[in-house]
């Protein structure tokens, strides 16, 4: 029997990891921000977890300055998720995006997902892994990885 397990069903969510994880073999510092409305009571999101997650298994961000030797306060850098600091927005006019941002020597690379405030984003994601899990033996984490 398979298991479809994923933070977001959206399709342009699993490209976001599927594109991030690409970036990260390459580019050697990053950090995540994660957006969402007021009322979200969870932080980080499902999707920014599974995405500090995912590229923690491709590699660690580079550091000039380790979090626990920050000057001030060290919550201002993020929580750590893996080896990735997230940071998490909850404010009025947002539902849900995520964000990483790729800092390389003079250049930086951003990759953002927004959804909408509708469940429509979510269905073809859904129906994707509806069709495939009958296919599927096990966990399956990640749905870019039915693509």
């Known amino acids: ?5 994923a933070g977001n069903f959206s399709i342009t969510a699993a490209l ?3 594109f991030a994880t690409e970036a990260a073999r390459r580019v050697g510092s990053w950090e995540v921000i994660d957006y969402a409305s007021l009322g ?3 932080a980080p999101s499902g999707t920014a977890r599974e995405l500090a997650e995912r590229l923690d298994a491709v590699a660690s961000p ?3 300055v380790p979090v626990e030797e920050t000057l001030g306060e060290r919550e201002a850098r993020g929580a ?3 080896t990735t600091q997230v940071h998490s927005l909850r404010l009025p006019s947002f539902s849900v995006s995520t964000e ?3 800092g390389g020597k003079d250049e930086r690379l951003s990759i953002r997902q927004d959804a909408g405030s509708t469940p429509a984003p979510y269905v073809a994601g859904t129906l994707l892994a509806i ?4 296919q599927r033996v096990g966990v399956t984490r990640g749905l870019d990885q039915l693509f």
């Open 1 to 5: 029997m398979g298991v479809i397990a």
């Open 16 to 18: 976001l990891l599927r």
């Open 40 to 42: 979200k009571p969870d």
């Open 62 to 64: 580079a550091v000039a």
């Open 80 to 82: 750590t998720v893996g």
């Open 100 to 102: 990483i941002v790729f």
């Open 131 to 134: 069709r495939a899990v009958t």
